[in-house]
C-alpha cells in the first residue's frame, strides 16, 4: 500500500499546486513562518529528498542554497520528483529498507507513510493559502490521520519554527477529513 498511498498523495498536492496564480506567491499559510513561495519550494523540494532517501537509504544532502522552484515551471518540476519518488518507493527492497533522516532511522514502509503525509498536509497548507478547497480526497485524508495519529507523540509538537508540528486543535462539527488531518497537525481548519 505504501507507494500507492504516497502516489495519491501527491496527485491530491499536484491538483492543489496547479491552480496557484503567480499573484499568491507571497501570500501567507498556515504554516506561519512561510510563505506559498516557501511552501511551494518545500514541497517541490521534498519530492526529490523523498525519492533520494528511497533510492540510497539516504541522509540526504544538499549542497549550496536550495533551489527557487516557483521561478519556472513549479508544477512541472513537482510532477517530474512525483514521479521519481513513487518509483523509488515500488523499487524491490524499498519497504524493508532503513532510510537515514534527519531525525532518525526508519524503514521504507514507515517513511513513505510520512512522506504520504507530509506531501498531502502541505497540498492542504497550500490549498487553505490560495482560496482553494480544502476538501482533498476524503478517503486518503482518513487514511492519513490513522497513521498519523499511531506516529505522532507530543514530543514532536511545540511553536513554529521550533517543533515539526504545532499542537492539536479542534476541528469544527462537520470537519472534512482533511480539515480533521489537518487540526490533528496544529493547523487551524
Known amino acids: 500500500m505504501g507507494a500507492e498511498l504516497l502516489a495519491r498523495g501527491l496527485a491530491s498536492t499536484q491538483s492543489v499546486l496547479a491552480r496557484v496564480a503567480p499573484e499568491q506567491l507571497d501570500a501567507t499559510t498556515?504554516?506561519?513562518?512561510?510563505?506559498?513561495r516557501d511552501l511551494i519550494n518545500h514541497i517541490v523540494g521534498g519530492t526529490t529528498f523523498f525519492a533520494v532517501t528511497a533510492e540510497t537509504g539516504g541522509p540526504f544532502a544538499r549542497?549550496?542554497?536550495?533551489?527557487?522552484?516557483?521561478?519556472g515551471d513549479f508544477v512541472a518540476a513537482f510532477a517530474a520528483g512525483a514521479?521519481?519518488?513513487v518509483r523509488a518507493f515500488k523499487a524491490e527492497g524499498a519497504m524493508e529498507k532503513t532510510m537515514q533522516l534527519p531525525f532518525g532511522e526508519l524503514p521504507g514502509s514507515v517513511f513513505v507513510n510520512?512522506?504520504?503525509?507530509?506531501?498531502?498536509t502541505h497540498g492542504w497548507d497550500l490549498a487553505k493559502?490560495?482560496?482553494?478547497s480544502t476538501d482533498l480526497d476524503p478517503e486518503l485524508a482518513a487514511e492519513l490521520l490513522a497513521n498519523a495519529r499511531s506516529l505522532l507523540n507530543d514530543?514532536?509538537?511545540g511553536p513554529d519554527g521550533q517543533a515539526p508540528f504545532g499542537p492539536e486543535r479542534e476541528a469544527p462539527v462537520g470537519a472534512s477529513p482533511?480539515?480533521?488531518l489537518a487540526a490533528f497537525l496544529g493547523r487551524e481548519p
Open 30 to 36: 498556515p504554516c506561519a513562518s512561510w510563505t506559498v
Open 63 to 71: 549542497e549550496g542554497d536550495p533551489p527557487d522552484f516557483t521561478t
Open 83 to 85: 514521479a521519481r519518488a
Open 114 to 120: 510520512i512522506a504520504a503525509g507530509d506531501t498531502f
Open 129 to 132: 493559502a490560495t482560496g482553494q
Open 155 to 157: 514530543s514532536l509538537r
Open 178 to 180: 482533511a480539515d480533521r
